[in-house]
């Protein structure tokens, strides 16, 4: 029997039926995850669990932490998908809910983060209130750059149009000073996402849009490790980015 499960479960009056709505299985799956304790379920099925419930994961499934360790570089690697859209969307919100001192967006577009995650304004108002310093480096929708990736891509929903839904977001929030945004085109290639010592990076692959490309889920273990090496690239891109409130200003003048 996992008595932990069962008793996080008992603590947030939780039945299996609800678990298993909010999981995306059935409910005798979430039975045989009581009942069987060597049964580990899927990574995200973990995670959505470990949200709906309020639990770390090393107490409900300790064994699938124990087999996931590892030593040397690859330690901060926490979990690979094949597609971005394969990972579960309460990651991305358990990730920015989580943040306490920094949120970097540093996706060309950013776009889906506006369309997947509910009322995501709200919640970066809320973390900027906390002190939280929140920053999205975009790509320059006029540049060459861009041109050249729409046509590589060759979708109808181009770069230019999803780069202008985060900049008219972004404009809804210019009032709030711990939201900064730059342009700067040389990430076209690679997103980063960072949520404090935790890192989502997404290499884009030739014709294929942001959610058919991989995606890595990183955290911080050491010093100039993956992580940081990321973090680096990210802050060097940022420090030749053209903040987008004069990049507007310059459009209108």
């Known amino acids: 029997m996992n008595h932990a499960l069962r008793r996080a479960m008992a603590d947030a009056n939780m039945t299996e039926t609800q678990l298993a709505e909010l999981c995306g299985v059935d409910a005798k799956t979430v039975a045989r995850w009581i009942t069987e304790p060597n049964r580990i379920p899927h990574a995200r099925h973990r995670w959505a669990a470990c949200e709906a419930l309020r639990e ?15 030593t040397g570089p690859n330690r901060e690697l926490v979990q690979v998908y094949p597609y971005r859209s394969a990972a579960p969307a309460s990651l991305w919100r ?3 809910t989580k943040a306490r001192r920094e949120l970097v967006f540093a996706g060309y577009t950013n776009y889906f983060l506006w369309l997947e995650q509910a009322n995501l304004s709200g919640a970066l108002r809320r973390k900027a209130d906390t002190g939280c310093r929140i920053r999205f480096l975009i790509g320059d929708p006029d540049s060459p750059v861009t041109a050249a990736r729409e046509e590589e891509e060759g979708v109808p929903l181009t ?3 999803r780069i202008a839904v985060t900049l008219a977001e972004l404009a809804k929030l210019q009032d709030v000073p711990q939201i900064e945004g730059r342009l700067e085109t040389g990430h076209v290639g690679l997103s980063v996402f960072r949520f404090d010592d ?3 990076v997404t290499p884009h692959l030739a014709r294929k849009v ?5 995606m ?6 050491q010093a100039d490790g993956v992580f940081d090496r990321f973090a680096a690239h990210v ?3 940022w420090s030749r980015g ?3 409130r004069e990049a507007a200003d310059n459009a209108q003048a």
């Open 242 to 244: 053209r903040d987008i």
């Open 94 to 96: 358990s990730l920015i």
């Open 210 to 214: 942001g959610h058919d490309s991989p």
């Open 235 to 237: 802050e060097e891109l």
């Open 159 to 161: 770069l230019s149009t």
């Open 198 to 200: 935790e890192m989502i």
């Open 56 to 70: 770390e994961e090393q107490n409900l499934w300790p064994t699938a932490i124990r087999s996931a360790v590892t």
């Open 216 to 221: 890595m889920h990183l955290r911080r273990c």
